[in-house]
Structures are given as C-alpha cells and as structure tokens.
Nanobody, 126 residues
Framework: QVQLEQSGGGSVETGDSLRLSCAGSGRTFSNEAIGWFRQRPGQGRALVSALSWMDGKTYYQSDVTGRFTISRDTAKNTVYLQMNSLKTEDTALYYC???????????????????WGQGTQVTVSS
C-alpha cells in the first residue's frame, strides 16, 4: 500500500487560492485513482476531484468545476489540487486518498479508497 503525505492548506479569504499536495511514498503510483475528499463539520467525506494516474483523466464535483484543478507530477509521485476563487463553503478538512483497485470508474464512496493522507484544514473567511 502506498503511503500518502499531504501538505498545503491554511486560512485564506474568499477569492484567494490555495494548492494542496499529496505525495506518495513506499512505491510509485501506477494505475491508481487519486481522489481529493473534503469533510465539513458534521458531515461525511465527499469526493471533490479525482485523477487517473495512468492516463490523467479527471473528475470534478459540480461545485468546484472551473475553480479547482487536479494534476499530477510523475517525477515527484505527487498529485496536486489547485483551488482558485475559494468560497466560504469550501471550508473543510481535505484528504487525499488512493483507489488501488481503479479500473476506469471514479467512485465517490470513501470506502472504495484504501490509502489516506493525514488531512489538512482549509478555512475560507469572508
């Protein structure tokens, strides 16, 4: 199982940008899907975006389409989530996760993902 180490996040104001990073260690990503989830207080984890490591195909939740961009750096074994035009409703704990059984379909259920990062807080204030 690959280990995931997150970095980035913090406190910003509406309209600002942040970039989250998710670095894999232990082995290089191969055919996984890497997803970014967020968890708002009192709610479950929701898939925000995901990327197929092998071919770069992406998924975005409708709330973030046009504002967030998921990307990968194969040399660094890292996935990024660039978040622009942040809104107060983007405030949440963000997690990256890997689906090692990925076969082309992005699953939104957290239990499909078998490796998780430690989580990082994103707070957007008005």
């Amino acid at each position: 199982q690959v280990q995931l180490e997150q970095s980035g996040g913090g406190s910003v104001e509406t309209g600002d940008s942040l970039r989250l990073s998710c670095a894999g260690s232990g082995r290089t990503f191969s055919n996984e899907a890497i997803g970014w989830f967020r968890q708002r207080p009192g709610q479950g984890r929701a898939l925000v975006s995901a990327l197929s490591w092998m071919d770069g195909k992406t998924y975005y939740q409708s709330d973030v389409t046009g504002r967030f961009t998921i990307s990968r750096d194969t040399a660094k074994n890292t996935v990024y989530l660039q978040m622009n035009s942040l809104k107060t409703e983007d405030t949440a704990l963000y997690y990256c996760a890997a689906d090692s059984r990925f076969e082309g379909r992005f699953y939104r259920a957290p239990d499909q993902y078998d490796s998780w990062g430690q989580g990082t807080q994103v707070t957007v204030s008005s």
